[in-house]
């Protein structure tokens, strides 16, 4: 019976191999690259090709030092290194450990023409762009029906707006038949009268992308009426598509957020707006409040029934004020009288009557001041403080 190998064994068995082989180990390989990806470790994956074949390659990020340009889809290169395999995926590969330029491959060399013709036609211009609508309500899709970028559209639109209707036109987006496809398919989409158009696929290599190199697929781009997103392959990948298009997208699902609004966004800020409106009219409301209070309490004070309130409160004071000055002038006077009144009683004949002496007065009734006024015989009235003495004079004695 036949000896059994594991998967591991046969592995082990053909990298030994190689690494016995000479040739191998010290290999030069002429090609143009494709697919190229720059790793974020610093390593680069990329495949070489001619006319009839493709070989795998990478540099490792401690092979670069030598590197003195930057690897783009279509150069034409030279790698020196050594053809290994890799035992845990089975497959062989070259990994480079010096790489020099030699020139342009052909397909690239073919866009750089193309785009430098059309440029010069003004077909990259920008004033012959046109807007993308902020809210677009439907949108089309010039791609292939079962591609990832259909998918991501479709997820990315629902979720950022489910009222957004998208119409796809299921178009080849790889081969030779790729281009008239996508041409018909941006021509049938702009007759619909849509918003906006997306035109695109996922990421390849340079001969998978090739389609949207095409003159006719720019011309159909440039011609078309309703605006136009590109969004061809992954965010390295240019083509003449992303030129001519009204907006380049880097991937299909940027594309459909470019595309797209998010509805959910809308309605936050809408409700943001909301908010600030009635926090402001509330503020509003507030202040026209205190400004009606504040012109309340003006009427007030100056409504005619407060002032008359205080008219009469002062005169109010003002009476009784006066019935004070009156009596407190009335005191003063009352004493004042007394004062005056004393004084008189004691300037008062009545008063020095009461203290023996008399009033005497002659038959007119005349006080007789002086003896040389009386004559012997002459009858007088003498007035004392109990009553009244008629009496008769005798005899006149002056001092």
């Known amino acids: 019976m036949a000896s059994i190998y594991s998967v591991t064994q046969v592995n082990s068995y053909i990298k030994n191999m ?20 720059y790793h ?15 070989l795998s390659a990478v540099m490792f990020a401690g092979q670069r030092k030598g590197l003195n340009f930057q690897l783009q889809e279509g150069q034409q290169i030279i790698v020196t290194g050594s053809v290994d395999v890799y035992e845990r995926d089975g497959r062989y590969q070259l990994y480079a450990r010096e790489i020099k330029r030699e020139g342009v491959g052909d397909l690239f060399e073919r866009f750089q023409k193309l785009r430098d013709e059309l440029e010069e036609m003004g077909m990259f211009a920008p004033e012959y762009k046109q807007p993308i609508p902020r809210y677009a309500r439907t949108v089309g899709v010039v791609t292939a029906s079962t591609g990832a970028a259909i998918r991501d559209i479709m997820n990315i639109s629902a979720r950022r707006n489910p009222y957004v ?34 035109v695109g696929r996922g990421g390849g290599s340079i001969e998978d992308l090739w389609a949207f190199n095409e003159e006719m697929v720019a011309r ?19 083509t003449i598509a992303d030129y001519v298009a009204d907006m380049r997208a880097p991937t299909p699902s940027a594309a459909a957020e470019l595309a797209v609004f998010d509805y959910r966004q809308f ?30 309490l003006r009427l007030m004070m ?44 004691d300037l008062s004949p009545l008063t020095r009557l009461s203290k023996g002496f008399g009033f005497v007065t002659g038959a007119d009734g005349k006080r007789v001041e002086s003896v040389s006024k009386v004559e012997a015989g002459q009858e007088l009235s003498v007035r004392l403080a109990d009553g009244t003495v008629k009496t008769k004079v005798e005899g006149v004695w002056p001092l």
């Open 40 to 54: 974020t470790s610093g390593h680069i994956y990329f495949t070489l090709k001619d006319k009839s074949g493709t």
């Open 267 to 296: 309605e936050e800020q809408m409700q943001r707006y909301q908010d600030i409106l009635t926090r402001g009219m509330l503020g509003q409301v507030e202040l026209r409040k205190h400004q009606a209070e504040q012109s309340r």
């Open 302 to 345: 100056h409504h005619p029934q407060r002032q008359l309130n205080e008219k009469r409160q002062q005169l109010a004071d003002m009476e009784e004020r006066m019935g004070s000055l009156m009596e407190q002038r009335l005191v003063d006077r009352k004493h004042r009288l007394a004062l005056i009144s004393g004084r008189l009683k």
């Open 18 to 37: 190689f690494v016995q082989d000479y040739l191998l180990n010290r290999i030069s390989v002429r090609g143009e690259i494709s697919n190229c990806k």
């Open 165 to 198: 209707q998208l119409v796809l036109y299921p178009a080849l987006v790889q081969g030779e038949q790729a281009k008239y496809s996508i041409v018909e398919g941006i021509r049938t989409l702009d007759l619909m009268g849509l918003d906006v158009i997306i």
């Open 220 to 238: 159909a781009i440039f011609e078309c009426e309703t605006p136009v997103i590109s969004a061809v392959g992954h965010e390295t990948d240019v």
